[in-house]
């Protein structure tokens, strides 16, 4: 499953490819470094 992530540093958007469960998942932002939790932060 692909999910758009949006970062809460910069705002900017990032494919993220997931199977199975987000639960304390994190991602780090390609484009400010910032690392955050993947659930919460899904835009579409």
């Known amino acids: ?3 758009v992530l949006r970062c809460p540093k ?8 997931t199977s199975g469960s ?4 994190r991602k780090r932002c390609v484009y400010c470094g910032k690392s955050f ?3 919460g932060r ?3």
């Open 22 to 25: 987000l639960e304390g998942k």
């Open 37 to 39: 939790a993947v659930r």
């Open 1 to 3: 499953m692909i999910l």
């Open 10 to 17: 910069c705002g900017n958007k990032m494919k993220y490819a």
């Open 42 to 44: 899904i835009v579409k």
